[in-house]
């Protein structure tokens, strides 16, 4: 059963940063792609960053682009997302998600994936 685990939500001003880690029940070489995730109050969800571990190959949606980065940490089964000057915009939960089939392209679609962590809370808020 695989299991995928968010931390590192929190309260933040405009401006700030937090640290999001998604913590793998199996190895993170194993997947295809790990994506992240959000969805907003009232909002549909949006797929943010994706990463195929194979590779390296990476994808950012175009309002997160120079702000956030995708990382995995393959000795600790563990894929990272480094949020900076986050606006209030980006408040949502934020999810986690493991693809065993596509890889990470031109696009993070949540019909991909296979399975999703529960979500992780973000605010940015002053």
């Known amino acids: 059963q695989v299991q995928l685990v968010e931390s590192g939500g929190g309260l933040v001003q405009p401006g700030g940063s937090l640290s999001l880690s998604c913590a793998a029940s199996g190895l993170i070489s194993d997947y295809h792609a790990i994506g992240w995730f959000r969805q907003a109050p009232g909002k549909e969800r949006e797929g943010v960053s994706c990463?195929?571990?194979?590779?390296?190959?990476?994808y950012y949606l175009n309002s997160v682009k120079g702000r956030f980065t995708i990382s995995t940490n393959n000795a600790k089964n563990t894929v990272h997302l480094q949020m900076n000057n986050l606006k209030p915009e980006d408040t949502a939960v934020y999810y986690c998600a493991a693809d065993t089939y596509y890889y990470c392209s031109t696009q993070v679609a949540e019909y991909e994936y296979d399975y999703w962590g529960q979500g992780t809370q973000v605010t940015v808020s002053s």
């Open positions: 990463i195929s571990p194979s590779d390296g190959t990476i």
